[in-house]
DNA sequence: CATGAATGAGTCTTCATTCAT
DNA sequence: AATGAATGAAGACTCATTCAT
């Protein structure tokens, strides 16, 4: 009767997590009205009933999906961003190979074309992708720019609009990857893309170090 | 024997393009799966099973809907292109323009939201969107790009990779506009955008003519 | 202007009948829930709303396929029987024949099927059948037993049970054949069935001629 | 929130078995067609639901209630005649009369009128019934009477007609009643029908047993 | 705590029937 | 009279959610 090997109730604390992961894949593969919550628990490896008992409903669990993947993700390149201090053209260049490598091995990529896809379904999620995602990663690129253009080395101009000169090719290069690649289509080499991007577009923006 | 109204009216020559134009809307707002069969109907003033007479099911409904889109619209862009003749920072803008002509007067905003939140569950659309859209629009920016390069008036490097230097924030901001202005976000305004992003990039693309 | 040849409209006299007939092969084929009265029309070469010209419903339809296979065919087997004055055992013989040729050459057959099909649905049908079919039928079969019993030509014992002694196979072949013999089964060769049958069970029933 | 009443209450084990009884009647009384799973559901005294839970489709469900009716009542009376080995007009009788109360105190009956009912529909219930019940029963009896022919007790002939002259007044009376009895016609008193049937027609099928 | 059997609201789709032309 | 576009009631089936065990 001594219960020698308690292997059930392994990693219990892992157990929303677990389910958040499964949903995320689920969610991805199927959008939000697509996914079943019984296959959610079933890839997750749990019951049924499981998921309710950490999430009130479907929509908590897409909520849950959205925020897990947002949170860990972003403060490194919002905090890169506002304690850099170097080269303008060096951090342009840095932070872009940094959300290019967070594509590519984060779920972000995945949510945010979730998040996309659902904004009607879910303003709420939307609001909050906007508030949090791109309010703050946009805000950090435009005052970047915003210093940098004090500074009298980055041509005039809105410093919003100079931030989606530099970065929309990478973000729509997500969007395409996570929305055409699944039926076929070459998926563009977003380093390739954004070097020869920024090689272009960052002569036009950097205004000349003045001649002495 | 109940019925005081009379159950229908005249048979519209425009009945189905009614029920295609209902269709958008309520796909828009809802997506595929909130979408209710009933609601379309109802916006586009008939009876439930008016759309059946016309479409076998929802989902052919939903194909018609892209349809319909992108086959009026698209054509004139790319003829543009191919016929063009002049100075390529001209067609720079003159496409530009053109395209976020279309992205206001047009359905094509939300349809191209359309496509990309329900390419999961319609593969199908995706691939003709990618087919007959991104694939034919891109080819034809490309295209013109490449003859740039022949010339010696644009600087090397993948024209594809180009292309998207010029317009993804164009692109960026009709995803933008479709998926947050409708929480609150304020758009972009893409021609003010798209000059500012131009004068910016273009000279970064396109070589000197030298002087003699 | 003048219409030469007109074409349409012919055989207009023959449309109601036209409707049956076209009405008796899709109930025989889907069962009445399942025949769609467009395709009833389509069959009889009429446009949708045609038989409502004639029908009221359909099942006014139903009612009037069963009643005109019933109507034309049954008369002479009656008459027949009530009529016939001559050896017991060629009358039974003769009958059958009748009533066997009666289920190859015309629809009752399929009708039979039909209305037993269909008894829960249309218990008019049902009676209808129960009261101008079997009743009628069986009667003139039993009293021709029973004169015969009269004469002492018959053994004793309940006339309808004898009747049915009689013409059981052949009955349970025809249902048989409508039911079975579309997925595949061998239909029964029905005369050769009756002649053995009543070889077998006329001399149990038919008493010795006495002799003199 | 508004639900004052227990949901649901022991998962009996025998749900399946509720259903596939409630489908019976259900089916049986209206058809296939007319039968509506939310009635099968509340004469089983479970939800809407529930059926589906068990048979995936209302098809599953009409099959699995023709399989139950089959598969418990047909092996007794194959059984019998395989293993009979005594006087052949008493095992005639024997398995008449077993076949008589199979009809009184099972559903096969309404289980044979629904497969007649529905051999349109479901050609594939057809199919099993043939093979499972009519050709084993019937082989069954052309069997013993072919050995009876064999020993010389039977007459000569088909010796799967000679079967069908043994039973089919019982399995018209079994149709009959079904169809019939329904809308006030009297039914047959089966075992009287029968043993009058098989007083007439055994003298003419059983040869003399020679005389020494 | 955890399970999964059970619930029932919600939606697509069909098709008999109507009636303006 | 004849047509066929249009109507809308009806029903199979799904799945988020609940809760007895």
Redesign the pocket.
């Known amino acids: 009767m001594t219960t020698a090997t308690p292997k059930w ?1 392994r990693q ?1 604390e892992t ?1 929303p997590a677990d389910i958040v992961r499964a949903a995320l894949d689920v969610f991805s593969e199927k959008g939000f ?6 296959e959610i628990a079933a890839r997750a490896g ?5 998921p ?2 950490y999430f ?4 908590d669990l897409f909520a849950a999906v959205v925020r897990e993947a947002v949170e860990p993700n972003l403060d490194p390149i919002i905090q890169l961003a506002q304690s850099y201090d170097g080269p303008l053209d060096q951090i342009f260049r840095l932070m872009t190979q940094q959300v290019a490598s967070l594509a590519e091995t984060t779920s972000l990529g995945r949510v945010v074309k979730l998040v996309i896809s659902e904004s009607q379904t879910f303003p709420e999620m939307a609001r909050i992708w906007h508030d949090t995602v791109i309010t703050r990663a946009l805000g950090a690129l435009a005052t970047l720019i915003e210093r940098g253009q004090q500074r009298g080395e980055i041509r005039p101009g809105d410093p919003r609009s100079h931030a989606i000169s530099i970065i929309s090719p990478l973000l729509l290069g997500v969007i395409f990857r996570e929305t055409f690649v699944p039926i076929g289509a070459k998926p563009f080499d977003l380093p390739a893309l954004m070097q020869q991007h920024l090689d272009t577009v960052l002569p036009g923006l950097l205004l000349e170090k003045q001649t002495p």
Do not use: F, N
């Open positions: 109730r219990k157990r009205a697509g996914a079943r919550m019984e749990v019951s049924k009933g499981a309710y008992l009130p409903t479907k929509e």
